[in-house]
């Protein structure tokens, strides 16, 4: 939790975001993702300072957790203070531990954001999916949050001016963007719309920007003339020289070129024949792709 200190901007784990997305619909499949196609609701998650501080935690936590299917959780939520801003004991369950810091006890708004971070956590402990390292886990934690539909809410924690700042994950607020920005993508919804924070605004618009950006790379027939002439230049040396795009040239086994590229929605690669307009579908996330190679 950054409380008052630098924020750090960019894409410094783009990468491994991506590889999150990928891992994600490797372990769910492309049908279970399709059952988050709606986020979580603004007025379920809503906290007034008039609320019962702990009533109203355990009431949130009940959302985020019907939010995730997982029925058999329970979270039982405390305050404490720690210099994250939460942590979640993860045991076999059906209960789970989940620790505040108390700093939400006078910034309830954003004790929706905490849980759905620490029950996104409980959801990949039950799919058994993890990261080998615990840097590369929290990232992996944020995305699939953000991915299926809870993020909003942590991008929406991020406030900063001239003389405070909090931002609440381990991604930066453009790479949060960029994340919902493809579940925006997917499911043909803006979540701009519930935003309290400008500065969330901002960082959205800028993480769609780089999101639309993956749709618009060679050899997909979105790319810009750029793309393209770059494209055909590394055509016609390939496989001898390596490319300067996100795509790589192999020869098959007959000495037929192939192209491989990143799946614009999943980043998982596809491998089709160099032979003019293709039509292709992920065999992920079942995105139809028109290209022209």
């Known amino acids: 939790m950054a409380n008052g200190g630098p924020v750090e901007h960019g894409y410094p784990h783009l990468e491994t975001v991506r590889a999150a997305v990928t891992a994600l619909y ?27 501080l702990h009533l109203g ?6 959302e985020i957790v019907r939010h995730f299917r997982l029925p058999q959780a329970r979270l039982i939520v405390g305050f404490r203070e720690m210099t994250h801003a939460a942590d979640v004991e993860l045991a076999s ?12 006890r006078t910034h309830r708004r954003d004790i929706g954001a905490a849980l759905a971070h620490e029950v996104a956590h409980v959801y990949l402990h039950r799919l058994d999916l993890t990261f080998p390292t615990t840097a590369e886990n929290e990232i992996l934690t944020d995305t699939v949050t953000a991915y299926l539909g809870a993020g909003w809410l942590l991008l929406d924690a ?8 909090q ?43 780089r999101a639309r950006r993956d749709e618009q790379q060679p050899p997909l027939t979105a790319a810009g003339w750029a793309g393209r002439r770059r494209y055909a230049h590394d055509r016609r040396h390939a496989p001898d ?4 795009g996100p795509y790589d ?45």
Do not use: M
Not at 26 to 49: E, M
Not at 266 to 286: D, F, K, S, T
């Open 249 to 293: 040239f192999t020869a098959d086994g007959s000495g037929r070129l192939q192209v491989t590229f990143p799946c614009p929605t999943c980043h998982q690669r596809i491998r089709v024949p160099v032979r003019g307009r293709v039509r292709a579908r992920c065999g992920l996330c079942r995105t139809v792709l028109e290209c022209d190679t």
């Open 241 to 244: 020289v390596p490319p300067a």
């Open 158 to 165: 991020y406030r900063e001016d001239g003389v405070s700042s």
């Open 57 to 62: 935690a355990q009431r949130v936590a009940r």
């Open 93 to 104: 369950g059906p209960e789970y531990f989940v620790e505040l810091n108390d700093r939400f």
């Open 167 to 209: 931002k609440l994950g381990y991604l930066t607020p453009e790479e949060f963007g960029y994340v919902l920005a493809k579940r925006a993508l997917l499911f043909h919804e803006d979540p701009s719309v519930w935003f309290t924070s400008p500065q969330a605004h901002t960082a959205y618009v800028k993480g769609l920007a």
């Open 26 to 52: 490797r372990r769910l499949s492309h049908n279970t993702v399709q059952t988050f196609s709606a986020s979580l609701a603004p007025a379920d998650v809503a906290f007034c300072d008039t609320d019962d």
